[in-house]
């Protein structure tokens, strides 16, 4: 399963960004799939996830100014960003959690990351 993830740039705080990420592959079913960000000097850590039964968390930092969502026949999730603030600055990381047939176990995937800057 390769991952492709886009939409990173530079926006001005207060602005807005759209993320993609489309897997490709051997795909039965994506369980799960999300967005984590580490920023520099920082760990990973968790934006948002959404289920195949569409159930979503969202961490308290982005509550109310990030969205996700997904296409299952796309499968792509995106993170609709809005209020952006420079402490959102980070790599952007997709994460898919994959079976890839009926039987076989789920595996993680992680996308190359992409970088969103919020500055003036």
């Known amino acids: 399963v390769q991952l492709q993830a886009s939409g990173g740039g530079l926006v001005q705080p207060g602005g807005s960004l759209r993320l993609s990420c489309a897997a490709s592959?051997?795909?039965?079913?994506?369980?799960?799939m999300g967005w984590y960000r580490q920023a520099p000097g920082k760990q990973r850590e968790l934006v948002a996830t959404i289920d195949n039964g569409d159930s979503i968390v969202y961490d308290d930092s982005v509550k109310g100014r990030f969205t996700i969502s997904r296409d299952n026949a796309k499968n792509t999730v995106y993170l609709q960003m809005a209020s952006l603030k420079p402490q959102d600055t980070a790599v952007y990381y997709c994460?898919?959690?994959?079976?890839?047939?009926?039987?076989?176990?789920?595996?993680?995937?992680w996308g190359q990351g992409t970088l969103v800057t919020v500055s003036s």
């Open positions: 592959g051997r795909i039965f079913r994506i369980d799960v």
């Open positions: 994460y898919f959690l994959v079976r890839p047939t009926v039987l076989a176990p789920r595996r993680e995937h």
